[in-house]
């Protein structure tokens, strides 16, 4: 009997990632990159089955991309601004309440360097929830001041008043080293969870600020038997995600110890 290949740090952001969208209900899911899309689409095979996928232009399709419904703009821009649609862009820089920049590094009017532009994370962050995903967890990314803010995080939203938080919600942050919230008082950011191989000490060395951490941080949790298949032979047989985390370190699991 061939043993079980070990769990990835890949596969551990897949679940983190798929997580963000449970509970979500009937929502439009946007992933944006290759993890992102892989958990969206794990978490409607599995338990998000409500989710609503995109081609990415005009289209609602199923699990094997086959088209289920017209999504003309019109719609679409009703579901991003009525707090319909969860949203999981990237960050180039991200701060501990939730600002994020994709937009240029260093002053605005003279950048270091330029970026992708504002492109649409403000209308994301202000109008519907809106995860992020960072593939290279480092000091460069978690900044304690963002150089230009794209998407809006809780300090901003709050000073904005009611009409900015009203659809304002940031559920996750998932980077190759943990998953990280804003359950606290002030709004800043926490640990969630250290995947497997991770420290605490390695989450602070490689981030800019002061994070909150609990005492005892839990483990991102292991993918089901069923979600590693689904994983490996179904939405990502060509091992796509492995491309985008390298794992260092490949761990076991339960099922296969």
């Not at 449970?22 to 290759?34: F, K, N, Q, W, Y």
């Not at 081609?55 to 703009?73: F, I, K, Q, R, S």
């Not at 962050?125 to 963002?146: C, E």
């Not at 060395?205 to 298949?229: I, K, Q």
Request: with cysteine; proline share 8%.
């Amino acid at each position: 009997m061939n043993p079980v290949p070990a769990i990835t740090r890949a596969e551990y952001c897949v679940i983190a990632c798929a997580e963000a969208w449970r509970d979500d209900g009937e929502v439009l899911a946007s992933p944006m990159g290759t993890i992102p899309s892989i958990g969206a689409r794990l978490a409607r095979r599995t338990f998000s089955p409500d989710l609503l996928m995109t081609d990415g232009e005009a289209l609602l399709v199923g699990l094997d991309g086959t088209p289920e419904g017209w999504l003309p703009y019109r719609r679409h821009l009703t579901a991003v601004t009525g707090g319909r649609r969860h949203v999981m862009m990237g960050a180039s820089q991200i701060d501990r309440f939730g600002n994020q920049n994709i937009s240029c590094v260093g002053d605005w009017a003279r950048p270091l360097r330029q970026l992708l532009g504002v492109r649409g994370a403000p209308v994301n962050t202000l109008n519907n929830p809106t995860s992020y995903w960072i593939p290279k967890h480092s000091r460069r990314v978690f900044v304690a001041r963002v150089d230009m803010v794209c998407g809006v995080g809780y300090d901003r939203a709050a000073a904005a008043g009611p009409s900015a938080t009203r659809f304002h919600r940031i559920p996750r942050v998932v980077s190759d080293l943990g998953v990280f919230d804003f359950a606290t008082l002030d709004r800043s950011m926490r640990l969630a969870s250290l995947h497997p191989g991770v420290t605490v000490e390695e989450v602070r060395e490689a981030t800019g600020f002061e994070l909150s951490v609990a005492a005892d941080v839990p483990y991102t949790r292991e993918p089901t038997p069923l979600e590693r298949e689904l994983i490996r032979t179904v939405i990502d047989p060509g091992g796509a995600r492995d491309r985008e985390v390298v794992d260092p370190a490949p761990r076991t699991g339960e099922a296969g110890r």
